[in-house]
């Protein structure tokens, strides 16, 4: 297993893209939670990463409301099929984390979903930012939930509850 990362500017800070075996398989921000050390992004090598971070240039444009990359999501069987149902979350707009539970199949696991969420290694290309709270509240995001609210207003995405405040409980996500 070949591990390879690059930084890159966003309008929500630094990026740090990491490939494996030339594919991609992190996308992490600063201060991420859940973040990985940095150690085990192996080499620095711009490489791999043209298309990402073409990509994500077109998207930050607001040119590019879907994501059409190779992408490697590793984590448990469950973990891939709650990124899987992120990917279906189109531009703009949201999903409670007990719509993607029902929508799993699994209505009484949306805490499982939010966890599951907030391993989320490959961030705004599978959007978990899209995923509020019930009734339309910001709950956590391993981001910051400043960019969270950021990343969705970006995308037009109309929340029905105001922004909460920082509290412990969003530190479960």
Known sequence: MHR?????????????L??????????YMTEQRHRPPEETFGDRDAGPFDATIDQLEAY??????????PMRLDGTPFQRTVWQQLRLIPYGETRTYGQLATALGKPNASRAVGLANGKNPIGVIVPCHRVIGAGGSLTGYGGGLDRKQRLLAFEGAVLTAPVPAVTHADALF
Do not use: N, W
């Open 4 to 16: 390879q990362h690059t930084l890159i500017d966003s309008p929500y800070g630094t990026l740090t």
């Open 60 to 69: 930050f444009a607001g040119e590019l409301t879907e994501f059409d990359l």
């Open 18 to 27: 990491v490939a494996t075996d030339g594919v991609l398989s992190g996308l």
